[in-house]
């Protein structure tokens, strides 16, 4: 199985600031990356798949980079409706596999 | 506008059965496959199985495999999670998502399993 691992496990940050989440396999999934943002007691919500291409509806704030094992999802600058908990997840091979998450919160 | 709905969860006791469904409209229900996703109390997200929009081909976790089976019924744009032998770590929420990049979710449905 493809293991994702994400990196830091949470991080404080200030509205306005650009903010960059780490996002590794343990083996080349080429870009088959999506990235989710999930906030408390609601479903999680897709932001980008093929590690760069921008969910329809998706403010252009978010962005994604990376190919075959290190990823990155940036946010330019951080809004208070950005704070939430975000997931990776490889999609090349089965068992699809998410990554532990990365929980944004105010400092 | 795509939407899902899912239904079928409560509470069940160990060893149980259930059966979860997934109302999808909004796209060309057949022309996707539809994953189960679920998150444990607190936790993160697990994927849990994968369906063709065809139905030919299916895929589980090594966590669910021989337990649950995920199944479509393409003429009435839903799709099933039969779930067996159930177990208390098994209790979550599950979601059904779109297509293998889940672009689209649903609210989901709690499950509990508990004597």
């Known amino acids: 199985d493809i293991q994702m691992t994400q990196s830091p496990s949470s991080l404080s940050a200030s509205v306005g600031d650009r903010v960059n989440i780490t996002c590794r396999a343990s083996q080349d999934i080429s870009n088959y990356l999506a990235w989710f943002q999930q906030k408390p007691g609601k479903a999680p919500k897709s932001l980008i798949y093929a590690a760069s291409s921008l969910q329809s509806g998706v403010p252009s704030k978010f962005s994604g980079s990376g190919s075959g094992t290190d990823f990155t999802l940036t946010i330019s600058s951080l809004q208070p409706e950005d704070f939430a908990t975000y997931y990776c997840q490889q999609y090349r091979t089965y068992p699809l596999t998410f990554g532990p998450g990365t929980k944004v919160d105010i400092k | 506008e795509v939407q899902l709905v899912e239904s079928g969860g409560r509470l069940v006791q160990p060893g149980g059965s259930l059966r979860l469904s997934c109302t999808a409209s909004g796209f060309t229900f057949v022309s996707f496959a539809m994953n189960w996703v679920r998150q444990a109390p607190g936790k993160g997200l697990e994927w849990v199985s994968l369906?063709?929009?065809?139905?030919?081909?299916?895929f589980y976790a090594d966590s669910v495999k021989g337990r649950f089976t995920i199944s479509r019924d393409n003429s009435k744009n839903t799709l099933y999670l039969q779930m067996n032998s159930l177990r208390a770590e098994d209790t979550a929420v599950y979601y059904c998502?779109?297509?293998?990049?889940?672009?689209?979710w649903g609210q989901g449905t709690l499950v509990t399993v508990s004597s």
């Open positions: 998502t779109k297509r293998g990049y889940s672009d689209s």
């Open positions: 369906i063709s929009g065809s139905a030919g081909e299916t």
